[in-house]
C-alpha cells in the first residue's frame, strides 16, 4: 500500500516535471517567434532539429554536429566523442615509469620508446620521482626502483 502510494505521487511530480519543461519550451518559442504569427513555424522548427539531433550517431560528421547543434567544432568533438564512448582513459606517465621500473633498471631513451611521450615531459618526471624518492637514479640516465 505504501509502495503504490509513493510510486503515485512520483507519478504525479513527473507529470508536472513535464507539464512544466513543455510550458518552458512554449514560452521560448512564443519569444523567438515575436507572436502567434510565426509560431507554429518557429516550432515546427525546433521540432525538426530536435530529430535531427536524436538521430545523431556516432559516424555524423562534426561539422553536422556543429550545424545541428549550433556550437563549435571544439564542443562538437566532445559531442562525437561521447557518442563514441568516451576519451580513451590515458594512463598516467608516472604510473607507467613505475610499471617499467618494476621489471629492473632502465635507461632514460628506454622509458622514451615505451611510453611514447615526449623525452623533456619524461626527463621533468623522472627527476621528480627521484626528488620525492619513488625512483632512485643509478647513474646518468639510469633509474630503478629503491630497494626495500
Not at 72 to 101: D, H, Y
Request: glycine residues 6%.
Amino acid at each position: 500500500m505504501k509502495n503504490k502510494l509513493y510510486r503515485q505521487k512520483l507519478l504525479i511530480l513527473l507529470e508536472k516535471r513535464i507539464v512544466l519543461w513543455n510550458l518552458i519550451r512554449f514560452v521560448e518559442d512564443f519569444d523567438v517567434a515575436g507572436g502567434l504569427k510565426k509560431l507554429a513555424e518557429v516550432i515546427a522548427t525546433r521540432q525538426g532539429f530536435e530529430t535531427e539531433r536524436d538521430n545523431l550517431t556516432p559516424e555524423s560528421s562534426r561539422k553536422e554536429v556543429e550545424r545541428i547543434l549550433g556550437c563549435s567544432s571544439r564542443q562538437a568533438n566532445r559531442v562525437l566523442q561521447r557518442l563514441r564512448g568516451g576519451k580513451i582513459a590515458r594512463v598516467p606517465c608516472r604510473e607507467q615509469i613505475l610499471a617499467l621500473l618494476a621489471n629492473g633498471e632502465k635507461r632514460t631513451p628506454e622509458l622514451t620508446e615505451v611510453i611514447q611521450g615526449h623525452p623533456k615531459a619524461i626527463n621533468t618526471e623522472l627527476t621528480r620521482l627521484v626528488e620525492i624518492g619513488e625512483i632512485v637514479k643509478v647513474q646518468q640516465g639510469v633509474y630503478r626502483l629503491p630497494e626495500l
